[in-house]
């Protein structure tokens, strides 16, 4: 392994023939893997668990998490409402506040 993070995890590996790969990360929608910069599919495999079919070869492995289009609507409604909130909640207390003057 050369780096890991919640979100990245980056390794070389130095196959002498085909090999099946099985990442102790649970398969998740938004996840994908490179090999040598190429795409490699994913699946979910036993106890759900990311698991892809790699060549024979040197290869820099790099799974990425990225979230999908659906949470990244969800987060920017999320913030937009926060947002509105806020606002709102600061703009009444101001206007309370100007009222008993």
Same mark, same amino acid.
């Given at each position: 392994?050369?780096?890991?993070?919640?979100?990245?995890? *980056?390794?070389?590996?130095?196959?002498? @023939?085909?090999?099946?790969?099985?990442?102790? @990360?649970? /398969?998740? #929608?938004?996840?994908?893997?490179?090999?040598? /910069? *190429?795409?490699? #599919?994913?699946? #979910? %495999?036993? *106890? %759900?668990?990311?698991?892809?079919? &790699?060549?024979?070869? &040197?290869? /820099?492995?790099?799974?990425?998490?990225?979230?999908? #289009? &659906? /949470?990244? @609507?969800?987060?920017?409604?999320?913030?937009?409402?926060?947002?509105?909130?806020?606002?709102?909640?600061?703009?009444?207390?101001? &206007?309370?506040?100007? *009222?008993?003057?």
């Amino acid at each position: 392994m050369i780096f890991k993070t919640s979100a990245q995890h *980056r390794y070389i590996i130095d196959a002498q @023939t085909p090999i099946t790969i099985k990442e102790n @990360t649970l /398969y998740f #929608p938004g996840w994908s893997l490179q090999s040598n /910069y *190429r795409s490699i #599919p994913i699946y #979910p %495999g036993e *106890r %759900g668990v990311i698991n892809a079919m &790699l060549p024979k070869g &040197l290869q /820099y492995i790099g799974l990425t998490y990225e979230d999908i #289009p &659906l /949470y990244k @609507t969800s987060k920017a409604i999320s913030i937009g409402i926060i947002f509105s909130l806020v606002t709102f909640l600061s703009g009444s207390t101001l &206007l309370e506040k100007i *009222r008993k003057k």
